[in-house]
């Protein structure tokens, strides 16, 4: 096999058809377990809301397009499981506690919807949705919506007003999420070129 693969053949491949090992595979969902987590850290607080902003979505549709809908989905719950029993693996925070008690507070309906997310990014994906740059976005975006209606739905029952919820868990974030899914997109092709490549 030539070791110059296009950016169009890779388009017409996608990780979740690849004949990966089982080894390979947990590895691939290690690594994607190891990047959310690293990808919590890097967040700073956003004015008028308790919800801050992280690059986590970022990582969590990129994995679920890039892995499959199964191993996508695993991967978002292993990370959410690892900060249930203690691990530093959420979005650092002054005021909120860790481990369980996280998925209680203005964030964790974001968090609980990480793998369903995750799986129907990954589900769009191997039904095609990532051959083309504008169906990836769209499959993203969808996967982003998600996240959004799980956290905005939490933060409904603790504010107990649709209008701030929203105000304070989706407005301020339109524009940067808007942008991770863009990155995301773009960044998909290599995803595949690293966990494996077409025969």
Do not use: C
Not at 90 to 101: D, N, R, Y
């Amino acid at each position: 096999m030539s070791a110059n693969i296009s950016t169009g053949s890779l388009l017409n491949y996608s990780i979740a058809d690849s004949p990966l090992r089982p080894p390979i595979r947990v590895a691939a969902v290690g690594a994607a377990v190891v990047l959310t987590a690293v990808s919590a850290q890097f967040t700073f607080p956003m004015p008028f809301t308790g919800v801050p902003f992280v690059l986590t979505p970022f990582v969590v549709l990129l994995s679920g397009a890039a892995l499959g809908s199964r191993l996508g989905a695993i991967t978002a719950a292993l990370y959410l499981l690892a900060g249930v029993a203690g691990a530093p693996v959420f979005a650092p925070s002054a005021t909120l506690p860790g481990g369980v008690l996280r998925l209680f507070g203005p964030t964790g309906g974001y968090l609980m919807a990480y793998p369903l997310a995750a799986f129907a990014t990954g589900w769009l994906a191997e039904r095609g949705w990532d051959r083309r740059y504008i169906t990836s976005v769209g499959a993203m975006f969808i996967g982003l919506m998600i996240i959004f209606l799980g956290g905005v739905s939490w933060l409904t029952t603790i504010r107990h007003s649709v209008p701030m919820a929203i105000a304070e868990g989706f407005l301020p974030f339109i524009p940067y999420d808007i942008a991770k899914v863009l990155v995301a997109a773009m960044i998909l092709p290599r995803a595949w070129q690293v966990l494996g490549r077409p025969r």
